[in-house]
């Protein structure tokens, strides 16, 4: 499929099959060679349809998916699913819709999510799971032990060169 959605097929030519489901095309293409084929039967199938989910999961990355759909959950299952520290009550779905960018958040803890209309992904959708309070707080300390680190090395260092310079 083109950047236009369109596919090139021979004796037919151009083809437009952008905002159809699955079904649809092959019924469209199947309607085109019936005057050139008796019962032609087509296949679609999707060769880069895929995923990306990012942050407090096992795996994040980019998962190529080879089924027609993919629920949300499947896809964090695929990321070797949210860690402790995700926050789930605020799943972060960035859609692209017409050009634009949709920003959705999803509560995982109900079953809102299910009769969603967000439930199955579509290409290219991008999950982000955000840390919770206790990995940020986590973060933050870490922070402030490798300044506490920092400042205690440069101390010693100073004490060293100033003893040393006493010495002689």
Do not use: H
Not at 61 to 68: A, D, K, P, R, V
Not at 71 to 97: C, P
Not at 127 to 139: C, F, Q
């Amino acid at each position: 499929v083109d950047i236009n959605g369109e596919i090139t097929f021979p004796v037919l030519g151009k083809i437009k099959l952008a905002g159809l489901k699955k079904s649809e095309a092959i019924n469209l293409i199947q309607n085109k060679l019936v005057q050139y084929l008796k019962d032609p039967i087509v296949t679609i199938q999707f060769l880069n349809y895929k995923v990306t989910v990012l942050g407090e999961v096992g795996r994040p990355g980019s998962y190529t998916i080879t089924n027609e759909r993919v629920s949300i959950l499947e896809a964090l299952g695929l990321a070797g699913d949210m860690t402790v520290y995700g926050k789930r009550d605020n799943v972060l779905l960035i859609r692209e819709n017409n050009g634009k960018k949709e920003f959705i958040r999803l509560d995982l803890n109900s079953t809102t999510p299910l009769s969603s209309p967000y439930y199955y992904l579509q290409q290219n959708d991008v999950i982000y799971v955000e840390p919770n309070s206790t990995k940020l707080r986590s973060a933050a300390s870490l922070n402030v032990s490798l300044w506490l680190t920092a400042v205690s090395t440069l101390a010693s260092m100073v004490t060293v060169i100033v003893a040393l310079i006493n010495i002689k």
